[in-house]
């Protein structure tokens, strides 16, 4: 065997050939897999809720084409409002582009499992695969997931102190028992969620830690001018541009309400049942929603067209669109 050293070989040194990489590995697989799972959940609820969009798809081929034009115009908005709010919880600078793009593909995905757990997941994986740690990224779930409701009731309570004679009290307001009910069931969550915290173990530390990071970056978040605009004014703007939806559909089909109206009985519905866990609150706020236009004067049938119009805007009309861009996230592994 010669002694010479290795680096006076002429040439390059042999390198040992990569092992392919198998078509069918598990991994590639399940890019696979997730790539066609949003078209296929989309498929699967078309099939099962086809009666609710052909009949909205009849009634929109006769309204306005502009106003139908205004609602998907304000409905576009949504998205950009939503990623203003998503910015807004976040210490990190993200790119806009990507950001408005996954909260398009996080609207399909809403639309499929209930209480916002579809498009906190989507974030969520966004989040990471921008190298954001995972307690922050909880922790900006959660602040969004807190302001938004804070926000809804704040803009609540300014339309209820600028339009007093609009509210129907009698009418409108929970009486006391279903208010103790409500009272009653978000303190026994809370108190269960501090419970299972407490007695198990493993879950105390992360849920400390997100805490402590929740707390710090809304200490730091809301020093930044910036931020605090895109956080509670994006979160703040979402329900008007969504009533915005509601009237611009509401106008196409002839509905006898204002846009004050319609704001209100939109603010008051997704506040009465906006707690139910329904996919994208549709079901028990489509029902109070009519429920509280009628009460304002609207006929029952027109206030049902209008639901049914709003829903094929917001749900039907991006529902491919958006698996389509969630399905093309998920390929170039940005999801």
């Not at 004679?165 to 028992?177: I, K, M, N, T, Y």
Request: aromatic share 6%.
């Amino acid at each position: 065997m010669s002694s010479l050293p290795l680096t006076d070989l002429p040439g390059p040194l042999p390198t040992r050939p990569a092992p392919a990489r198998s078509p069918f590995s598990p991994a590639r697989l399940t890019r696979h897999a997730l790539t066609l799972l949003p078209v296929l959940l989309i498929g699967a609820w078309a099939a099962a809720d086809w009666r609710t969009f052909v009949d909205g798809a009849a009634r929109l081929a006769s309204a306005d084409p502009w106003w139908l034009l205004a609602g998907l115009f304000f409905t576009c908005m949504g998205w950009v409002a939503a990623a203003c709010v998503r910015q807004g919880a976040m210490p990190e600078r993200l790119p806009p582009g990507l950001l408005l793009a996954s909260q398009f593909a996080a609207g399909a995905a809403n639309q499929v499992l209930p209480a916002s757990i579809g498009a906190h997941a989507v974030t969520l994986r966004f989040l990471h695969n921008r190298g954001i740690p995972l307690a922050r990224a909880t922790a900006s779930l959660a602040l969004y997931s807190l302001v938004k409701p804070i926000a809804k009731t704040a803009v609540l309570l300014g339309f209820l102190v600028a339009f007093p004679e609009l509210l129907h009290l009698g009418e409108l307001v929970p009486d006391e028992r279903t208010l103790l009910l409500v009272a009653a069931g978000v303190t026994v969550a809370l108190a269960a969620a501090g419970a299972l915290a407490a007695a198990v173990r493993p879950l105390r530390r992360p849920l400390v830690r997100c805490v402590r990071t929740a707390l710090t970056d809304a200490r730091i978040l809301h020093t930044r001018p910036s931020r605090v605009l895109a956080l509670w004014g994006g979160a703040a703007a979402t329900p008007l541009l969504q009533a915005s939806v509601i009237a611009s559909v509401g106008s196409a089909l002839g509905l006898p309400l204002s846009w004050t109206q319609v704001t209100l009985s939109l603010l008051l519905a997704s506040t009465a049942v906006g707690a139910v866990p329904a996919p994208g609150g549709i079901g028990p706020v489509d029902a109070a929603l009519v429920f509280t236009m009628v009460t304002f004067g609207a006929p029952m049938s027109l206030s049902a067209a209008t639901v049914i119009g709003y829903r094929v805007l917001t749900v039907w009309v991006p529902l491919l669109p958006g698996a389509l861009v969630l399905s093309i996230l998920v390929q170039r592994k940005i999801l």
